[in-house]
């Protein structure tokens, strides 16, 4: 049996439609189990969403003029009088399977992080997650692939959705998409592919300006790749790591990609866990660009064989998910 296309509107203009997002998110509850999509009219909506229902697809009708977007950020006092930390401030968070985005933006506009600590865009927990044609903007941890890793390093360092959730490994496709931040701005523990994105770190005129990824990859796990993907910045050259290990197996792989001479000449750091570079994985394959030059990377970062580079052809890391072909 074919199964019903469930479309639901968010416009202001349109007599059938929803006024928000939020408004949308509840409309689709009545139809759980079916595949429904999301279709928003061009406009800035402020506001705040999570998504706990499988088989939901967010459209935008423009990806620069359909923006979701939010100002939480973890040095926010609370009623409470403690601090909203980092997992309790995304714009979009996804706790849900088989989602998906194409041509919007999501935002989180709290500012860089050296003011605000960590803010959230999208935390994304999930397998499955399908994002096309999509900008996410933030600061410091602009994007979480979740899950979260087994143990917190401060008491309360997860406070937040899932803080006490079993972790669930998740498959994430990104594509044609721009994701912007500062510090660690995409990280987390999920197999993440990104393919043709541009990945922009942000300037913050210090003598670092930031890290791109920080990975908490479980052990058996792939970690991220970036494929033919762009790395660029307004930063001073020289300022930018690619990556560091929130956690001792972190992975991440960067081929056939353009590295701007933001990036440091060592490329990765350590985050002071001299031990880690026994386990980390952090890879390079047949980059190009000012910044791509391995020969100042350390010894524990790995320079890939054409063999070891067929390991992280998509099917391999996404393995039967078939959504991305």
Known sequence: MKQENIIIYVSKTRNDSCLTLTDAVKEASKYKGLPVTIKLDKGVYKEKVTIQQDQITLEGEE???????????????????????TFRTPTLFIDANDFTARNLTIENSAGPGTKVGQAL??????????????RFLGGQDTLFTAPLPEKAYEKN????????????????????????????????????????????????????????????????EMGYVFERCNFTSNCKEKSVYLGRPWRDYA???????????????????????????????????????????????????????????????????????????
């Open 157 to 220: 360092g997860f406070r937040g959705p899932k803080e006490f959730a079993p972790r669930t490994h998740g498959r994430h496709y990104y594509k044609n998409c721009y994701i912007c931040g500062d510090v660690d701005f995409i990280f987390g523990g999920a197999t993440a592919y990104f393919e043709e994105c541009e990945i922009f770190s942000n300037n913050l005129e210090q003598e670092i300006n930031g890290y791109v990824t920080a990975p908490s990859t479980a052990k058996e």
């Open 121 to 134: 865009a999208l935390y994304v927990d999930g397998d499955r997650m399908y994002f096309e044609h999509c």
């Open 251 to 325: 992975k991440v792989a960067i081929l056939n990609s353009k590295i701007g001479a933001h990036i440091h000449e060592e490329g990765w750091h350590d985050w002071g866990k001299v031990h880690a570079r026994e386990t980390v994985v952090f890879a390079e394959y047949n980059n190009y660009g000012e910044g791509a030059n391995t020969s100042k990377r350390p010894t524990w970062v790995k320079q890939l064989t054409n063999e070891e580079a067929m390991n992280y052809k998509i099917e391999n890391v996404l393995g039967e998910w078939k959504k991305f072909s």
């Open 63 to 85: 990806i620069e003029e359909t923006i979701l977007t939010f100002d939480d950020y973890a040095l926010q006092m609370m009623e409470d009088g403690e601090k909203r930390g």
